[in-house]
T-cell receptor, first 114, second 111 residues
Framework: SQTIHQWPATLVQPVGSPLSLECTVEGTSNPNLYWYRQAAGRGLQLLFYSVGIGQISSEVPQNLSASRPQDRQFILSSKKLLLSDSGFYLC?????????????FGQGTRLTVV | GQNIDQPTEMTATEGAIVQINCTYQTSGFNGLFWYQQHAGEAPTFLSYNVLDGLEEKGRFSSFLSRSKGYSYLLLKELQMKDSASYLCAVRSHSGNTPLVFGKGTRLSVIA
């Protein structure tokens, strides 16, 4: 069966520090991968998605970036965190193609920038 | 652009039925999804509709009207554990297009 791992679960970082969140998927090949962010009391905002290695689409211009160095690995990074980067970060995957392909979420990383 | 609207909060009584509505205006349509999210946890998939009509899954049902850009999630025999946020999401194009989510409806089930 397919599983998605995301770490760390919680993170407290000072303003201006770098960030690296990692997500890996097991049990499937060539998945679509996504990073979402959920601010307190708000909906899920799509940040990045990838349909293949090295292919990244950015939905919202900001100081975050994403990379997909391997088929089932998706990394979210920042060189300098802002207070507004605080939130609940969720990685998700879905099967390629098809139409009734729901997204499956990792357990999320709660990031607090102080 | 994409616009997905849901009520912000709802309250219902244990054992009752509740209907959570979702309206959407998107550049295309290729399926509507409902997710449940308990506080502090990741969303989990509940249901999928791509054709008009009702899909039933145990206590949960989801309805879609594409011509009206409207869906609802129906929860029957409410239990306290159903207290959660319910997220409506739309896929606007191919299967490789990301889901776009509404802001979610926070449901409180009271005794």
């Amino acid at each position: 069966s397919q599983t998605i791992h995301q770490w760390p679960a919680t993170l407290v970082q000072p303003v201006g520090s770098p960030l690296s969140l990692e997500c890996t998927v097991e049990g499937t090949s060539n998945p679509n991968l996504y990073w979402y962010r959920q601010a307190a009391g708000r909906g899920l905002q799509l940040l990045f998605y990838s349909v293949g290695i090295g292919q990244i689409s950015s939905e919202v211009p900001q100081n975050l970036s994403a990379s997909r160095p391997q088929d089932r690995q998706f990394i979210l990074s920042s060189k300098k965190l802002l207070l507004s980067d605080s939130g609940f970060y969720l990685c998700a995957w879905s099967n390629r193609g098809g139409y009734n392909t729901e997204a499956f979420f990792g357990q999320g990383t709660r990031l607090t920038v102080v | 652009g994409q616009n997905i609207d849901q009520p912000t909060e709802m309250t219902a009584t244990e054992g009752a039925i509740v209907q959570i509505n979702c309206t959407y205006q998107t550049s295309g349509f290729n399926g509507l999804f409902w997710y449940q999210q308990h506080a502090g946890e990741a969303p989990t998939f509940l249901s999928y509709n791509v054709l008009d009509g009702l899909e039933e899954k145990g206590r949960f049902s989801s309805f879609l009207s594409r011509s009206k850009g409207y869906s609802y999630l129906l929860l029957k025999e409410l239990q306290m554990k159903d207290s959660a946020s319910y997220l409506c999401a739309v896929r606007s194009h191919s299967g490789n297009t990301p889901l776009v989510f509404g802001k979610g409806t926070r449901l409180s089930v009271i005794a």
